[in-house]
């Protein structure tokens, strides 16, 4: 298996269909931060980040924001949305992410990452066996790390059959 294929991609976190993430024992849902739910140079999260939030609470699962941003960025945007974050998570390193599993008493299976980097969110989620979600940068604006890797990512993503990630079962 390639580490930077995700299994599932959508053009952005309104078109993943949660329901079927929950029939298929998604119990959590990671959120990259930057890019994914708002764009790297604004500072909250607007009233359409809030509904699918909410709605994804509904349907029984836990939304969790989960950024490699300092703890002042992503607090704001967690208190606004009434989630629990994690920050500084070093994606796409693991131990942030088996720490999380571990603290929340989860299974690797139990658990889906969405975010807008292969680099990242993806290699991470990759690596610890999480489901995981690729979704299109949400805003051009890239942080100064961000865009070295964002380069790569472009070459990376034409050699990938991108469309056919629709992977929603186990
Ligand atoms: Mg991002």
Do not use: W
């Not at 009233?47 to 709605?55: A, M, P």
């Not at 571990?102 to 690797?108: A, C, F, G």
Request: some cysteine; overall charge positive; proline content about 4%.
């Amino acid at each position: 298996m390639n580490i930077f294929v995700p299994d599932i991609y959508e053009d952005s976190i309104y078109k993943v269909d949660y329901s079927r993430l929950y029939k298929n024992n998604i119990k959590v849902v990671l959120f990259d931060l930057d890019n994914t739910i708002i764009p790297a140079n604004v500072k909250n999260a607007s009233i359409d980040v809030k509904k699918i939030f909410d709605s994804i609470k509904k349907i029984g699962m836990k939304p969790i924001i989960f950024s490699n941003s300092p703890k002042g960025r992503i607090k704001k945007v967690a208190d606004y949305l009434d989630v629990d974050f994690v920050y500084l998570a070093c994606k796409p390193l693991s131990f942030k992410f088996k720490k999380l599993i571990k603290k929340y008493n989860l299974k690797n299976k139990e658990v889906a990452i969405i975010g807008d980097q292969l680099l990242t969110d993806i290699k991470g989620g990759n690596n610890v066996g999480i489901k995981t979600i690729l979704v299109k940068p949400i805003s051009d604006y890239d942080s100064y790390f961000t865009r070295f890797n964002r380069k790569k990512e472009k070459k990376m993503i034409s050699k990938i059959d991108i469309k056919g990630c629709n992977n929603y079962e186990m």
